[in-house]
């Protein structure tokens, strides 16, 4: 099927797209690359990726090309939900014939009540939805395809038994020649990387349990998989030659450091092509490990510090020791490695004397750069749960 993927255009002031995991309606814009939806549109030939947003596409654009397409594949989360209903609309007001299915957070954890809520929307795919996607877009009968929920003829909701999770993170095909294809990298910003900067992932799944973190309970899982070294590199090499301009690769797992031997062997790799890279990192990697991935062009870590109050750390499951903590920010300080730190305010346990804490710890950790955004409890997630 000649297929869309889309991220809508979305309301003004919202610049993270469905990729977003906090709140990002903020002083500073900046968007991320759409990866999950570059990833299965990697998989499906001739398709196309818009990435409105950043790209400030309008919907009377999108819907313009809408009769080009049979399927359209639309990235959705629950801030973005409604305003991406109504592209689907306009969509499908343009083109009656197509298809639509929504992926994404919001879609893999309620997908009966994402479809009941859009009753303009065909299909979900839940989960991990790549191979989902591809079978969809190959024209495979609906009914055969594991990890999908669709919507009969009848109006009836059917949901088909889960998708195994990926083990062999090989199998999914580069998203950089995709970026290549469709995006103008130059619309993608982050404050604390270098522009123009690209983004990607080299593994899925966190090991650790955080409460308020979106990906690892609805789509990654808790186990670390991970693409093998020599794939990364040579994904690394082809992105460097295509994209000469950019002067930062950023590697957007979960946590890029729970795997220090792999973190370890990657980095002397990029070593050897001689790019500038940064990752997310949680807060206790070695200073040995440190001084290996600083030598071989690392720059910035992006650490989830969340609190600087050992009990609310306890209270989201963080796993982490506030002088432990302490210790790692004084090693990245002395090595030369760059922290960008992300904080909460109103976690569970929260109160004017801990966030008094918290400024006196982000004071004493002193990253470069910092972000603060509040708790939010998106649907999937233990915070959610608790919030409910």
Known sequence: MRTLFLQAPSFD????????????????????????????AALVENSKLIDAPPHKTSLAEVAAQAKNFDLAVVHTSTPSFASDVKAITALKEANPALKVGLI???????????????????????????????????????????????REATGQIRHTPDRPILENMDNLPFVTPVYKRDLNIQKYFSGYLKHPYMSFYTGRGCKSRCTFCLWPQTVGGHRYRTRSVGHVIEEMAYAKKAFSEVKEFFFDDDTFTDDLPRAEAIARELGKLGVTWS????????????????????????????????????????????????????????????????????????????IQETIEFAKEVNPQTLQVSLAAPYPGTLLYEQAL
């Open 104 to 150: 994404g957070a919001k879609a893999a954890v309620n997908a009966e009540g994402t479809l009941k809520a859009a009753p303009v929307v065909d299909f979900a795919a839940r989960n991990e939805f790549d191979f989902t996607i591809k079978e969809v877009a190959d024209g495979r009968d609906w009914k055969s395809i594991l990890g999908l929920s669709y």
């Open 279 to 354: 990752c997310n990192a949680k807060a206790n990697v070695p200073r040995a490990t440190l001084k290996v991935l600083r030598d071989n062009g690392l720059r910035l870590l992006l650490v989830g510090y969340e609190s600087g109050n050992q009990q609310i750390l306890h209270n989201i499951k963080k796993g982490m020791r506030v002088d432990v903590a302490k210790r790692f920010a004084k090693d990245c300080r002395e090595i030369g490695i760059v922290i960008h730190g992300t904080f909460i305010m109103g976690l569970p346990g929260e109160t004017k004397e801990t």
């Open 13 to 40: 002031g919202f610049d993270g797209g469905a990729g977003a995991r906090y709140q990002t309606k903020r002083e500073i814009a900046s968007f991320w690359y759409p990866t999950w939806l570059a990833q299965p």
